[in-house]
Every structure is written in C-alpha cells, then in structure tokens.
C-alpha cells in the first residue's frame, strides 16, 4: 500500500507554496496591464463607487483562476524541482532508491486537487462571476432564426432587433414565397412589429404592420392585422432559449445550462454554433486534466545536473502556456467548421502534452 513519508509531505509542501506564489504573481500581472487600469479609471471618473470597484476586481478572479491553475502548478514544480536539483537533495533520493516516478507522486497529488478545484472555478464560479457582473447585457445583438418546411427550404424568417425578458422589440417576420428560382427565393410578405410578448406556447406581436409583394418583387399593398401570432407550441420556448443563449459568451454557462443550450441547437440544426459550443463543454472536462499534465511536465523541466542551464526549463515552460492558451481558439474554430470532429479538437492539446511527457523523460533519460 502507499504510505504516506516524511519525503512525500517535504515536496508536497515546497511544491505547494511556489504554486501559491507563481499563482499570485500570475493573476497580478493578468489583471494589471487592462482590467485593474479600467477599474481605477472607473472608479476616479465617480461611474462607480470603492464597493462596485472592488465586486468588479472580484468578478474577475475566477475567470483569471481557471488558467492560472495549471500555469501555477506548472511554474511552482519547475522552480521547486530546479532547486532540489541545485541542492542535490533530487540525488540523494535517487541514491537511497527512490525512482523518478516516485518522486513526482506528491507533486502529481497537488496536481489531482487543483483539477479539481480547477473543473469547479469552470462550471460554478466564473459563470456566477460573469452573470453577477452582468456580463451577458455587454453581449446582445440581433437574433436571427429561419424557420424551414419539410423540404428543408426557408419557410419564415423572424429578426428581432433588441429583446428583454419576456419582451422583444423592433420585430420583422418574412414569410417566403413557395416560387423558388435557381438564384434565389423570393417573399411573400414582410411584417414589422414594435414590440412582443413571449409566453408559454406563443409569441405575439403588437402594433404590426404587413407589407405585401406581389410576384415581381413589388409590394402592393400596405394593411394593419393587428396582433399576430408566432411560434406557437413547442417552437415558441425553444426559440426564446435559443435568442437568449446565443447572446451568451460560453463561459457565463454553467455545464448543465450548457448542455440544455447544446441540445436546442441541435434540435434547430444550428451545425456550426452546435460543434463550437461542443467543442467549450468537453474542454470543461478535459482543461483541469491540464493541472496534472503540466504538474508531471514541471517535475521533468525542473529536473537536471546541479551545474546544467536553468533558463532552459523556463523557457520551454513559457512556450508550452503560450502555445496551449494561443492554440485553444485555432482548435475551437476547426471544430466548429467541420474540420476535426469537437472531442478530436477539445483532446489534441491533451494528447500533444502527454507526448511532450515522453518525449521529455526519455530525452532526460529518467
């Protein structure tokens, strides 16, 4: 059985505290350059007051907490590693028996903890952060959606220019023309509506305003039905969730409104927000896997000769965080195209680390 020794707790605690350092050295050079000079200008301009400055340097924590968990534990196992290699103390033991892989158990523990602390900043705390700080308000924008017939052709298009809960503004509904020509599809009406109720089973458009058009193209007649009826049953609550998430950013979701989101998109043959939308739910499992990667990483980085370069460790750190964070979005966008199916795209950073831990051990000959 494993059993616990005073070795394990010596590692786990060096390692624990240059974790808790490169963290905070992280998140203060994150905030500072952008989010701390908004806040301060903010705040000096009287648009907010000291208590809303500090709720807003609040909400911003846990979204700068999910990456720095695994840059942290990264940058603390190379440091601390790199300084039992200077010491030797690495050697001594190896010298009483010690594999290499015994030695980084304590650090790969750690590593376990903050993927777990990692996958809970992700599905609770950045999305309560971000709809406390009413970040999805920053984000609406026209909503579009095309109803189609049983032969996949436009049959209504509804745009809707602003919308608040449970009323939506500046409405235009164009039903299609069953004439369809090879270069196009042409109307049959257009109708503007001021505004909208939305309830359970319907939607219902107020003040509105129906344009007729004739085969060429033309309107040819202007009348007033008064209250008209949209999206009944089952259409009507899909579409409303359909609007409201898709103003969304990702990360205001929690895992479960995700998948509710996800299962809509489908249903509405929405292809390509579906994969991308895919693709960010099973990062949210597979990014806290980062934690332990990049704590095995650390272990083997850090490890060297007393007398052997110390730069060198660093700086493939620095790349590893630079090319993981900066590849993340190229991932998402070949997902959300077609090209990699969603899981291939969320897993190859993963599988790209666990060869880079190979790679690395054998080169370290371990």
């Given at each position: 059985?494993?059993?616990?020794?005073?070795?394990d707790k010596y590692i786990f605690k060096q390692v624990l505290v240059a974790t808790l350092?490169?963290?905070?050295?992280?998140?203060?050079?994150?905030?500072?350059?952008e989010t701390l000079v908004r806040i301060i200008k903010k705040l000096f301009t009287n648009?907010?007051?000291?208590?809303?400055?500090?709720?807003?340097?609040?909400?911003?924590?846990?979204?700068?907490?999910?990456?720095?968990?695994?840059?942290?534990?990264?940058?603390?196992?190379?440091?601390?590693?790199d300084k039992l290699s200077k010491d030797s103390e690495l050697s001594i033991l190896r010298?009483?028996?010690?594999?290499?892989?015994?030695?980084?158990?304590?650090?790969?523990?750690?590593?376990?903890?903050?993927?777990?602390?990692?996958?809970?900043?992700?599905?609770?705390?950045?999305?309560?952060?971000?709809?406390?700080?009413?970040?999805?308000?920053?984000?609406?924008?026209?909503?579009?959606?095309?109803?189609?017939?049983?032969?996949?052709?436009?049959?209504?298009?509804?745009?809707?220019?602003?919308?608040?809960?449970?009323?939506?503004?500046?409405?235009?509904?164009?039903?299609?023309?069953?004439?369809?020509?090879?270069?196009?599809?042409?109307?049959?009406?257009?109708?503007?509506?001021?505004?909208?109720?939305?309830?359970?089973?319907?939607?219902?458009?107020?003040?509105?305003?129906?344009?007729?058009?004739?085969?060429?193209?033309?309107?040819?007649?202007?009348?007033?039905?008064?209250?008209?009826?949209?999206?009944?049953?089952?259409?009507?609550?899909?579409?409303?969730?359909?609007?409201?998430?898709?103003?969304?950013?990702?990360?205001?979701?929690?895992?479960?409104?995700?998948?509710?989101?996800?299962?809509?998109?489908?249903?509405?043959?929405?292809?390509?927000?579906?994969?991308?939308?895919?693709?960010?739910?099973?990062?949210?499992?597979?990014?806290?896997?980062?934690?332990?990667?990049?704590?095995?990483?650390?272990?083997?980085?850090?490890?060297?000769?007393?007398?052997?370069?110390?730069?060198?460790?660093?700086?493939?750190?620095?790349?590893?965080?630079?090319?993981?964070?900066?590849?993340?979005?190229?991932?998402?966008?070949?997902?959300?195209?077609?090209?990699?199916?969603?899981?291939?795209?969320?897993?190859?950073?993963?599988?790209?680390?666990?060869?880079?831990?190979?790679?690395?051990?054998?080169?370290?000959?371990?």
């Amino acid at each position: 059985m494993f059993k616990i020794s005073l070795f394990d707790k010596y590692i786990f605690k060096q390692v624990l505290v240059a974790t808790l350092v490169c963290l905070l050295l992280f998140i203060i050079v994150w905030i500072a350059p952008e989010t701390l000079v908004r806040i301060i200008k903010k705040l000096f301009t009287n648009v907010i007051d000291i208590k809303q400055a500090g709720m807003m340097l609040l909400y911003e924590l846990p979204k700068v907490l999910g990456k720095a968990l695994p840059v942290g534990i990264l940058l603390g196992s190379i440091f601390t590693f790199d300084k039992l290699s200077k010491d030797s103390e690495l050697s001594i033991l190896r010298g009483i028996g010690l594999s290499f892989s015994r030695i980084m158990v304590p650090v790969i523990v750690l590593g376990v903890i903050l993927s777990v602390m990692c996958f809970f900043v992700g599905d609770r705390m950045i999305p309560y952060a971000s709809k406390a700080e009413g970040e999805n308000a920053r984000y609406k924008s026209h909503f579009v959606y095309i109803k189609k017939d049983e032969k996949d052709l436009p049959k209504q298009g509804v745009i809707v220019s602003d919308f608040s809960p449970n009323m939506l503004k500046d409405i235009i509904v164009i039903d299609f023309s069953k004439r369809v020509y090879d270069d196009a599809i042409t109307f049959q009406s257009i109708t503007f509506a001021k505004y909208a109720t939305v309830h359970e089973n319907e939607w219902i458009l107020h003040d509105t305003k129906t344009y007729n058009i004739n085969t060429d193209g033309i309107y040819d007649r202007i009348y007033y039905p008064g209250n008209i009826k949209l999206l009944e049953g089952a259409d009507s609550k899909k579409v409303y969730q359909l609007m409201v998430d898709s103003t969304k950013r990702d990360r205001t979701f929690t895992n479960q409104e995700l998948k509710s989101y996800m299962k809509v998109l489908k249903e509405q043959e929405f292809s390509d927000e579906y994969r991308f939308m895919l693709s960010k739910y099973y990062q949210r499992f597979l990014h806290p896997l980062t934690c332990i990667l990049f704590a095995m990483i650390g272990c083997l980085l850090g490890f060297a000769p007393p007398r052997s370069q110390r730069l060198v460790g660093f700086t493939v750190a620095v790349g590893i965080v630079f090319g993981y964070y900066i590849t993340l979005p190229f991932f998402d966008l070949l997902a959300q195209k077609g090209v990699l199916p969603p899981f291939l795209a969320s897993f190859l950073p993963i599988l790209l680390f666990i060869i880079a831990i190979i790679v690395i051990k054998k080169y370290k000959d371990l």
